[in-house]
């Protein structure tokens, strides 16, 4: 009776070593894809609190960005309203820009 050795030919010794490698590269692949996603979360939070910090919950992000946006675009035009006269009074006392 032949060993269970014995009826691997050398192809199949290769093959096997080869799937060994490939799966020590995929635990490798995996640990360092863990790493990053811990790495990722650990950053996330970090932001997320950031932004707590700001006075503003991480889900509300874009929504304070619009308002803010639109807070920014009123005092601009009420800036411009301000200058508005006295930019007249200057073109009609013809003094330049």
Do not use: C
């Not at 919950?57 to 309203?81: F, G, S, T, W, Y």
């Amino acid at each position: 009776m032949k060993s269970s050795a014995n009826l691997l030919t050398n192809s199949d010794e290769q093959r096997i070593a080869r799937l060994k490698k490939r799966v020590e590269e995929a635990k490798a692949a995996r640990a360092a894809a863990a790493a990053r996603k811990e790495m990722a979360e650990k950053r996330l939070a970090e932001v997320e609190a950031q932004i707590r910090a700001m006075g503003v919950e991480p889900d509300r992000v874009e929504e304070e960005i619009a308002r803010l946006e639109m807070e920014i675009a009123e005092k601009i035009q009420r800036v411009e309203e301000l200058l508005r006269p006295f930019e007249e009074l200057v073109a009609r006392a013809g003094v330049p820009d």
